[in-house]
T-cell receptor, first 118, second 115 residues
Framework: DAGVIQSPRHEVTEMGQEVTLRCKPI?????LFWYRQTMMRGLELLIY????????DSGMPEDRFSAKMPNASFSTLKIQPSEPRDSAVYFC????????????????FGPGTRLTVL | AQSVTQPDIHITVSEGASLELRCNYS??????LFWYVQSPGQGLQLLLK??????LVQGIKGFEAEFKRSQSSFNLRKPSVHWSDAAEYFC?????????????FGAGTTVTVRA
């Protein structure tokens, strides 16, 4: 398996622009998570989905952030308009939903997207 | 809600020396516990995990961790550190509750390995 795929790996944009981050989870995983990592706040959960439905978005910082999962193999995190304080590394992770002999509750992380907002 | 504390922000260790990273969790029942490692510019990789059973857990890359319920701890250890172990290490806790799949991560411990 290719693992969790994120694109782009790096994004540099100017304040006020719209930014879209993309994630392809591991095939067969029915939970998808978006995290943000900064020096000041560490690794924060923004939102997670189960079977394409948002379950908990309490970590989304404000209305400028939105996330969608139109199908089981694709999710986006959008920031509109972007601000310099949104600069961070954004990670996507996925996992299976069923308990089994292995991998229950283990989340598999993508390589991240490093976002810089000037 | 569950939470994790990693008391050490940064640890420097000599190559070949032993390493221990501390992790304390807060949760009302037996939690799911994890250690992840993040190399510079990379995503997080799972080192090991604990759910139940033997409290000493073996992981990849020669790491092990011990769950101590009485101390609410899940410390990570390695007997002999290699230069390639220089990275940031995260302890995480998950609820032992069906349908609640959020993980709470500690702030991380950065490990520097000196020759």
């Amino acid at each position: 398996d290719a693992g969790v795929i994120q694109s782009p790996r790096h994004e540099v944009t100017e304040m006020g622009q719209e930014v879209t981050l993309r994630c392809k989870p591991i095939s067969g995983h029915d939970y998808l998570f978006w995290y943000r990592q900064t020096m000041m706040r560490g690794l924060e959960l923004l939102i997670y989905f189960n079977n394409n439905v948002p379950i908990d978005d309490s970590g989304m910082p404000e209305d400028r952030f939105s996330a969608k999962m139109p199908n089981a193999s694709f999710s986006t995190l959008k920031i509109q308009p972007s601000e310099p304080r949104d600069s961070a590394v954004y990670f996507c992770a996925s996992r299976t939903g069923t308990s089994g002999s292995d991998s229950y509750n283990e989340q598999f992380f993508g390589p991240g997207t490093r976002l810089t907002v000037l | 809600a569950q939470s994790v504390t990693q008391p050490d922000i940064h640890i420097t260790v000599s190559e070949g020396a032993s390493l221990e990273l501390r992790c304390n969790y807060s949760y009302g029942a037996t939690p799911y516990l994890f250690w992840y490692v993040q190399s510079p510019g990379q995503g997080l990789q799972l080192l090991l995990k604990y759910f139940s059973g033997d409290t000493l857990v073996q992981g990849i890359k020669g790491f092990e961790a011990e769950f101590k319920r009485s101390q609410s701890s899940f410390n990570l250890r390695k007997p002999s550190v290699h230069w390639s172990d220089a990275a940031e290490y995260f302890c995480a806790v998950g609820a032992n509750r069906r349908g609640d799949y959020k993980l709470s991560f500690g702030a991380g411990t950065t490990v520097t390995v000196r020759a």
